[in-house]
């Protein structure tokens, strides 16, 4: 493993450490809640640490040059490894695709540093994961983490892109209590509401639970927009009049598919679906549902609709895959346009 100079000689003082944070993952998501969580902590304490790492070096560099042009002062390094960020900092904060890039992060990199470290290192260690993933498989990462003498919580977020840069998420925290209160000081300079759900796995199980309504929400919200501007209406108006009735939510409200429906607001569909949660990891979301509902026996028979619903959409127009998850409107209209059948996610001639 080669580290940097610059962190072997961080890593060989404990007391910095102690007051560094590193950050792996920096994608949509995590690369808004790293800004602000580390321009936060440098204002309250400007000797603070920080430590980026992404899959893609080029992105932790770049983070670390536009954080350093805003903050001059700021001590914040590249670890080309998360085995370099864990000997970095004392606080880990994860937040990754999805279960397997997971797996790998932490049975390959942070678990196997943090057996090494002196004992009062690790005891003091606590990792945050804020992937959504496989409700097992996150249970799994946090056994083999405390196992070691850490803390652990599985924290996702709601409040997608928009949220993560105004940093008024909600975190929907599983863990320990003790773990939780470690990890609440953290967390509130990312969100506005921090949940304990209960128990490792809880946070993602409620997020799961959260995404199925989300996911099904947003489909029907493109179907209603759709028919009422078939039906001679005015998206704006529409949109205005199901926002003060029974049907209003989120998905009509802040996250409306149709351009110009919400005047005053700057959905994705503004941008041409972009900058907001990709379709795919909508998908995945979905999957994750299906997957624990059917260990639960739980049916969820709208929820694999949707599932199977985004599965065509992104197969038929692949370019939506990295598009905000309200482009299924565009599917529809194509589908509409095309004199097609959708039926439960199998469209027909």
């Not at 945050?128 to 405390?146: E, G, N, Q």
Request: hydrophobic fraction near 40%.
């Amino acid at each position: 493993m080669k580290t940097s100079l610059r962190l072997l000689n961080a890593i060989g003082r404990a007391s910095s450490r102690s007051q560094s944070t590193s950050f792996i993952g920096l994608g949509r998501m995590g690369h808004e809640m790293a800004y602000n969580l580390f321009s936060k902590q440098f204002a309250q304490a400007n000797e603070s640490e920080f430590v980026v790492c992404d899959a893609i070096p080029e992105c932790a560099q770049s983070f670390r040059s536009n954080f350093m042009k805003q903050y001059p002062g700021a001590k914040i390094n590249v670890a080309n490894t998360p085995e370099e960020a864990t000997l970095a900092s004392q606080t880990i904060i994860t937040m990754l695709p999805s279960s397997p890039q997971v797996l790998s992060v932490y049975n390959n990199g942070i678990i196997p540093i943090l057996r090494k470290l002196p004992a009062d290192q690790t005891h003091s260690t606590l990792c945050i994961d804020s992937t959504t993933l496989d409700v097992d498989v996150a249970r799994s990462v946090t056994k083999d983490v405390t196992e070691t003498g850490s803390q652990m919580v599985d924290a996702p977020v709601s409040g997608g892109v928009t949220g993560a840069k105004a940093a008024t998420l909600a975190f929907l925290v599983g863990g320990t209590i003790t773990a939780f209160k470690q990890a609440q000081p953290t967390l509130a300079l990312m969100g506005q509401r921090i949940i304990h759900c209960g128990p490792s796995g809880a946070g993602l199980g409620a997020k799961i639970c959260n995404n199925l309504v989300l996911g099904v929400q947003q489909i029907v919200v493109g179907e209603a927009m759709l028919l009422g501007m078939k039906l001679g209406l005015d998206p704006a108006v529409l949109s205005s009049v199901i926002s003060s009735s029974t049907g209003n939510c989120w998905s009509i409200s802040v996250n409306n598919p149709v351009p110009r429906a919400l005047p005053e607001k700057s959905p994705p569909c503004e941008r041409d679906y972009e900058g907001g949660f990709a379709s795919a990891l909508m998908l995945k979301d979905m999957g994750l549902a299906s997957n624990v509902a059917a260990m639960a026996g739980c049916p969820i028979p709208l929820g694999q609709a949707a599932e199977a619903l985004y599965a065509q959409m992104i197969e038929e127009q692949p370019e939506l895959a990295r598009k905000d998850f309200s482009s299924v409107y565009k599917f529809l209209q194509k589908t509409a346009e095309e004199r097609k059948t959708v039926k439960l996610g199998v469209v027909s001639p």
